[in-house]
């Protein structure tokens, strides 16, 4: 049964209390070596950009805005680059990063070894790993082959969403009343409400919401935003009401800096807001200490999880924001994370897949193997 009375509040990783170990497997490796990040650039360029609030002028000089802008180009998506005094080809390294995070459909079968026996828990991105990403985030729409095969597991394994998005906007897309939705990057989690998600849980509606007290903050920043914005073609406001987020994707190059500064100057007089970073988008979000990571974590325990050494959450994703949760993974000892991309980024993932079309191939695989075991239990 759920427990919808657990309160999380700054929470550190609960480490597992037992590893599960594969012969020559990464699944459960020493954390990734780390190469040069340029996020962390941008992160810099924001604290002191706090710290001397005195006028944009000073704040937001022209080396910064470009630091920031080459910061924007590189986590869209952030890429693994050799170091220049590295002559190893593209191709090589290539090959190199997918020896050390292998495509999660060749080790299909050592990833279901490892988790017979146990629970596993589900726990997926939405834009990027159910859809595509697309130019209008207002057409992300989800295939019905792969709202199909999301169900189905939902059916066979606890199953939730983990997304920027709000609650609203991505259950509009999903349409699965199975899961258990967390929006706004897990500040805003929701039960399932059908009577045939996994384990007979119903109506569970809010679980938990640890952001409610900025909600006002964030419609009057939204509102500021989308007039500060306007005159620049193709930008975009979302609200996902426990945080924004601001779309460049069909935005010209040419005008990052000037978003990426109008943005910032809406921020100076709300030092209760943060700004990130994700694909083609700048995320505004409380200063609260949560993201995805403490969704996932929040989530196992309210399951009856924390502390089971019988659990395997797998988590599935694409963004900078979803390596929260590949690092909780990495902190507890169990589970595992699935990178979804084409080219080498940085990750604390153990497994890989390209595309949709490859997590919808695993999700099926995964709900195959579950019947057959079921089958010869």
């Known amino acids: 049964m759920m427990n919808q009375n657990v309160i999380v509040s700054d929470r550190k990783a609960i480490l597992g209390s037992k590893t599960i170990t594969v012969s020559n497997s990464p699944l459960f490796s020493s954390p990734p070596t780390y190469f040069?990040?340029?996020?962390?650039?941008?992160?810099?360029?924001?604290e002191a950009a706090d710290k001397n609030s005195n006028s944009i002028k000073n704040n937001l000089g022209a080396g910064k805005i470009a630091s920031w802008v080459d910061s924007m180009r590189d986590s869209s998506p952030t890429r693994l680059r050799p170091s220049s005094r590295d002559s190893v080809s593209d191709n090589d390294h290539k090959t190199s990063w997918i020896v050390r995070f292998p495509s999660a459909l060749n080790m299909f079968d050592e990833i279901v070894?490892?988790?017979?026996?146990?629970?596993?828990?589900?726990?997926?991105?939405?834009?990027?790993?159910l859809s595509p990403i697309v130019e209008d985030p207002d057409k992300a729409y989800i295939t019905h082959e792969m709202r199909e095969v999301v169900k189905n597991v939902a059916l066979n394994f606890p199953t939730a969403i983990v997304t920027g998005r709000s609650i609203d906007k991505v259950r509009g897309f999903v349409k699965l009343d199975e899961i258990y939705y967390a929006g706004?990057?897990?500040?805003?989690?929701?039960?399932?409400?059908?009577e045939y998600a996994y384990g007979g849980e119903s109506n569970q509606g809010v679980l938990f919401q640890p952001a409610r007290e900025f909600v006002p903050t964030i419609e009057k920043v939204y509102k500021i935003l989308e007039e500060k914005t306007k005159w620049i073609p193709g930008a975009m406001v979302e609200n996902n009401k426990f945080c924004l987020s601001v779309h460049f994707r069909r935005?010209?190059?040419?005008?990052?800096?000037?978003?990426?500064e109008q943005v910032k100057s809406v921020l100076i007089d709300y030092p209760q807001l943060k700004l990130t970073q994700?694909?083609?988008?700048?995320?505004?979000?409380?200063?609260?200490?949560?993201?995805?990571?403490?969704?996932?974590?929040?989530?196992?325990?309210?399951?009856?999880f924390e502390k089971s050494e019988d659990v395997v959450p797998v988590?599935?994703?694409?963004d900078?924001?979803?390596?929260?949760?590949?690092?909780?993974?990495?902190?507890?000892?169990?589970?595992?994370?699935?990178?979804?991309?084409?080219?080498?980024?940085?990750?604390n993932a153990s497994?890989?897949?390209q595309d949709p079309s490859q997590v919808n191939e695993f999700l099926r695989r995964l709900v195959e193997w579950k019947r057959k075991t079921v089958g010869e239990a």
């Open 36 to 46: 040069t990040f340029p996020r962390h650039k941008f992160l810099e360029l924001l």
């Open 113 to 129: 070894n490892a988790a017979k026996g146990k629970q596993i828990v589900m726990f997926l991105d939405y834009d990027g790993t």
């Open 184 to 194: 706004s990057h897990g500040m805003d989690i929701e039960g399932p409400t059908s």
């Open 251 to 260: 935005v010209d190059e040419k005008r990052w800096a000037g978003l990426a």
């Open 278 to 304: 994700g694909r083609k988008v700048l995320e505004i979000r409380p200063t609260i200490k949560w993201d995805k990571g403490q969704a996932l974590n929040f989530l196992l325990k309210s399951l009856g």
């Open 315 to 318: 988590y599935i994703g694409d």
């Open 320 to 347: 900078l924001t979803d390596e929260d949760a590949f690092k909780v993974l990495r902190e507890r000892g169990q589970g595992f994370g699935i990178l979804v991309s084409k080219v080498p980024k940085e990750t």
């Open 351 to 353: 497994y890989s897949l």
